[in-house]
Every structure is written in C-alpha cells, then in structure tokens.
C-alpha cells in the first residue's frame, strides 16, 4: 500500500472510530452532557480536536452518524418496497417503515447504541431536523408512505398527521428500551424479530383505530 494509502486508511479508521464512540456516548449520556473533547479522548485520539478535525461541529458529528446508519435502513426499505409493488395490504406498508429499522438494528451486535442515540436526537429541538433532512432524501420512504396513504384513503388529514408522529415516536422509544434491556442482559441474544413483529402489530391498530368526532 502506498504511503497515501495508508493516510487514507488510517483517516478512514479514526472517523469510524470517533463515530462509534460518539454513538455510544450520546446514547448513554446524552447529547448535551457530551462535548466532542470528550468524544475524541474516548475514541483513543491524542488530539483532542480531533472531532473537529475529522468532522467539524457536533452537528457535522450527529450528521454523519444518522447518514451512516441510514444508508442501510435505504437499502433495507428499498427492498422490501420492491417486493410490495402495488400491495393494497395496510400490514405490507407498515413493515417497509419498521422493519428496514429493526432489521438494522439486529446486525450491529450487541450491546447496541444506536437506537437510544436516535432518541437522543429526535428529542433534541436542534438536532432532530438532521432526522428529517434524511427521511426528505428517501425515495423508499416517499413510497411507502404513498403506499400506506392508499390504503387509508377515507382517513382525515390532521388524524395522518397525528398517527404518523404516533407510530414514528412508538418505534424509536420502544426500539430504544429493547436495546436498553438486550444491553442489559448480554447472557441472551437480542430478538429484534419479536420486537419488530409486535410494533408492526401495534402500528397497524393504529392506523386501523375508528376515528372520534374532532372537537
């Protein structure tokens, strides 16, 4: 391998390395009680400039661990999406926004961080738009949610709007918890098949609820 080679290795294990531990730190810490000074030191950097360095602002930082994991919650969804084609199946639909996320979450071993990190930033008022800047960016998201608003078509605007931030916000806080509990007790193997099943049980009740007269 050839000098720049190795720079380009060496830069390309530090990211990953400093991701990792930013990851783990936030989700056991949280955003705010972490400064990226203590992330570069966890993350075994001399310089404790690195984040800045290698990513800029703990912005860029969040940014970059949301995209990595992304990418293959994409390519996860995608292909389920292509396998439902013109499915009129309500429980079809729900699994393309599930599963792709469990699915992932099931092949980062364990103990695991990523779920409780995502709480982190979706709770956090500044962050959570990098959130929605890459659900804005997923074509296999767009049609899943096409697909899932054709099989609701007599449902009223504002009970969408307000199911959608139910079921949103009851995958990522139960997901949270399990891979607190599968953290917790590493003498057992993580089944976030079961998790995944019964949060797309869930979210179908939801979606499928009568709807009250609106006051």
Known sequence: MTSSGVRSARTAGTRESILLM????????GL???SNRQVSEAAGQGNNAAVGYHFGTKADLVRAIVERHSVVIEANRSTLVLRNGDSTRLRDWVSCLIAPYTDHL??????SWYARCAVQIMTDPTLRPLMYEQAGVSSSLRKTLVGLHRCLPDLPA?????????????MMHICAEKELEFAQQPECPPNWADCGTDLIDATVGIWQAPVSPRR
Request: proline share 3%.
């Open 158 to 170: 504002e009970v969408r709007r307000a199911r959608s931030d139910m079921a949103r916000n009851m």
């Open 106 to 111: 099931a092949t980062l071993g364990q103990p």
């Open 32 to 34: 705010h009680s972490v």
């Open 22 to 29: 930013a990851e783990r730190l936030y989700a056991e810490h």
